[in-house]
């Protein structure tokens, strides 16, 4: 099993720590230039690390509320609910520095994966990190669709547990910015 590990995003424009059995999705499908995404190698999880222009017509809890909806919106889910929103300190972030403010929100979200007509609520987690000197919204989601009723392989099945919500707070705060210059010229 594969420990988490210190990964480069977008060119080494950033970095953070991915959880154990994180798959690259774009080395498996191509992937927008302004996310990254990571699959968990056994679950239906997922952690997807965005880089959104800046929302300044929403401030504060409303902003991760905007982007909730919008996630809903993009993926077709048929109900959506958020069931918490709270600040995230800058403090603990090792983004701190570059964020103006920080949101952690949490919700469901009623979706139907492509070709499948029935839906599934799905568990997200966003932290929203606001970079107004570079006018980007970062948007870290961690999906969470419910378990799969998979047999167990038995003892032989070496693939690493399903990611936690501890999984994903390290990721956001472990998110170092290197280069600046991916924001363009400033």
């Not at 499908?29 to 997922?46: G, I, K, L, M, Y």
């Not at 701190?96 to 499948?116: D, T």
Request: charged share 15%; glycine share 6%.
């Amino acid at each position: 099993m594969e420990p988490s590990r210190n990964y480069p995003l977008f060119g080494g424009s950033f970095s953070a720590i991915l959880p154990a059995g994180a798959i690259d999705v774009s080395d498996l499908r191509p992937v927008p230039d302004n996310q990254e995404v990571f699959c968990h190698c056994a679950t239906d999880q997922s952690l997807i690390v965005e880089l959104l222009e800046l929302q300044a017509h929403v401030r504060g809890e409303a902003a991760a509320r905007y982007h909730f909806e919008d996630v809903g919106g993009v993926q077709g889910a048929r109900a959506a609910q958020v069931e918490a929103v709270q600040p995230l300190p800058l403090e603990n972030l090792a983004l701190g520095g570059s964020c103006q403010e920080a949101w952690v929100l949490s919700g469901k979200q009623q979706v139907a994966k492509e070709n499948q007509q029935v839906a599934k609520e799905v568990t997200l987690h966003q932290a929203l990190m606001r970079l107004t000197q570079y006018q980007t919204d970062l948007l870290l989601t961690f999906n969470q669709p419910p378990p799969e009723n998979r047999s167990s392989l038995g003892p032989e099945n070496l693939s690493p547990p399903p990611w936690s919500l501890g999984d994903f707070e390290q990721l956001v705060t472990s998110l170092t910015l290197h280069d600046p210059n991916i924001f363009g010229p400033q």
